[in-house]
């Protein structure tokens, strides 16, 4: 059975600042669970249900993992969901966080400019994941990427990252300036991105809905996917699928 | 001021029944509001917090309707988001709820099959509305287009609909044999869809992320987007967006 002390702990992680200090987090659900393991996430350990215990069977992927009871009450202590399944794991993501742009090393990534839905941030990651780019820059006025609800729309998304940078902009745009990138600023009216031809490693540049793109970016080459109809705009995680398949070499 | 039984036959509108049984609904909120407007939606009047009322400029779109005062307390009392704007919208849904598939007349249209999620059926109206797709058909076991997270999430996407069809899976079937639709259904497994040479009017169908498509739909014509990385699969909005944005005309 998991300690008093124990759930104190697990219970601080809803706090954005302890995510941060302990670099830990709590993944809920099974689904969840089942693909952050296949993405290499470091789980420390699970807490089940009696329940769910007795649901899964013996040759689950599940069982490879130290894991500890709790009760219902408890593990609604630790959570934001209304309705659980009965299972959560502790993760350590200590090896997501990185503090330099070093470790991309000229390759294609995403940045996120100022987006706080944790919805739509979550998942931008899943597709960034499913079109095979493993690095992106999230600018200091984001949601935490390791926000409950971004964790879960990511589906397993983030540990498949090799990098996940949290970067002031002005710092994003010399980098991006110094290492010659093809710079591509999503935006309602800018180039049909069908029309871009890659020289260089690009970098797409994603602003937030409310806000559009901040200053730091502004100036720079917008792109634009055309509109057919009355609306004034896409959902930006829709916006950013459509971007990443018309330009990713496939 | 709003009456007291307004309040409450507004508060009745949370429900899905009710909204179905008098075809009203709340929205919530500036920016969907004024969109909605744009969009030319039926709307009976507003409900303004004395804040909110002292807040907009006087030559403001709002302003053309007719609207009453609201308690903080009894906008909290109708709506089910927690931090409020103070200005919502009765809107009647009347023209929106078609029963029979004759006023599509051979267009390309949306099929969205048990989709539950309605952040997710909100942003697909959204992606169909900026592709110039204004007819939908959802199967009998979709959530409510209507339900207020759908319609926050549509933006005001709703309005711009000419058909937006309940209808059970097997009739849905059958139109799409009898009129000759080239029938996309998006799947894991499927064709390339860069490959897809438009011979008729199209229908593409979506399922729900965690069930899939339903037998009915299982064994026609299935298409996909290649994956380069890891992850299993791509939000179902996301999809729909990189799909639409490969087979519309433009």
Same mark, same amino acid.
């Given at each position: 059975?998991?300690?008093?002390?124990?759930? !104190?702990?697990?219970? %601080?992680? *809803?706090? +954005?600042?302890?995510?941060? #200090?302990?670099?830990?987090? @709590?993944?809920?659900?099974?689904?969840?669970?089942?693909?952050?393991?296949?993405?290499?996430?470091?789980?420390?350990?699970?807490?089940?249900?009696?329940?769910?215990?007795?649901?899964?069977?013996?040759?689950?992927?599940?069982?490879?993992?130290?894991?500890? !009871?709790?009760?219902? %009450?408890? *593990?609604? +202590?630790?959570?934001?969901? #209304?309705?659980?399944?009965? @299972?959560?794991?502790?993760?350590?993501?200590?090896?997501?966080?990185?503090?330099?742009?070093?470790?991309?090393?000229?390759?294609?990534?995403?940045?996120?400019?100022?987006?706080?839905?944790?919805?739509?941030?979550?998942?931008?990651?899943?597709?960034?994941?499913?079109?095979?780019?493993?690095?992106?820059?999230?600018?200091?006025?984001?949601?935490?990427?390791?926000?409950?609800?971004?964790?879960?729309?990511?589906?397993?998304?983030?540990?498949?990252?090799?990098?996940?940078?949290?970067?002031?902009?002005?710092?994003?745009?010399?980098?991006?300036?110094?290492?010659?990138?093809?710079?591509?600023?999503?935006?309602?009216?800018?180039?049909?991105?069908?029309?871009?031809?890659?020289?260089?490693?690009?970098?797409?540049?994603?602003?937030?809905?409310?806000?559009?793109?901040?200053?730091?970016?502004?100036?720079?080459?917008?792109?634009?996917?055309?509109?057919?109809?009355?609306?004034?705009?896409?959902?930006?995680?829709?916006?950013?699928?459509?971007?990443?398949?018309?330009?990713?070499?496939?």
């Amino acid at each position: 059975v998991i300690s008093k002390n124990q759930i !104190k702990f697990l219970h %601080s992680l *809803l706090l +954005k600042k302890n995510r941060l #200090k302990h670099q830990k987090v @709590i993944l809920e659900g099974q689904r969840l669970i089942e693909e952050s393991m296949r993405a290499g996430a470091n789980i420390e350990y699970l807490c089940l249900t009696e329940n769910f215990k007795n649901k899964i069977s013996s040759n689950n992927l599940l069982n490879q993992i130290e894991s500890y !009871k709790i009760s219902n %009450s408890d *593990l609604k +202590k630790v959570t934001d969901t #209304k309705v659980s399944q009965g @299972i959560i794991a502790l993760v350590n993501t200590k090896k997501y966080h990185k503090m330099n742009f070093d470790s991309i090393q000229n390759n294609n990534f995403v940045v996120l400019d100022g987006i706080q839905d944790p919805g739509n941030m979550g998942t931008i990651l899943r597709t960034c994941i499913w079109f095979g780019i493993d690095s992106i820059i999230l600018t200091s006025n984001c949601c935490d990427p390791f926000n409950l609800k971004c964790i879960r729309s990511g589906v397993g998304a983030h540990f498949y990252f090799k990098n996940i940078i949290i970067a002031k902009s002005n710092l994003v745009y010399d980098y991006l300036i110094e290492k010659k990138y093809d710079i591509l600023v999503a935006d309602l009216n800018g180039n049909n991105i069908s029309n871009y031809n890659k020289k260089n490693n690009w970098a797409l540049i994603l602003g937030s809905e409310p806000h559009g793109i901040s200053d730091t970016f502004k100036n720079l080459f917008k792109i634009t996917i055309p509109k057919i109809g009355k609306i004034e705009s896409l959902n930006v995680s829709v916006a950013a699928g459509i971007i990443l398949n018309e330009i990713i070499d496939k």
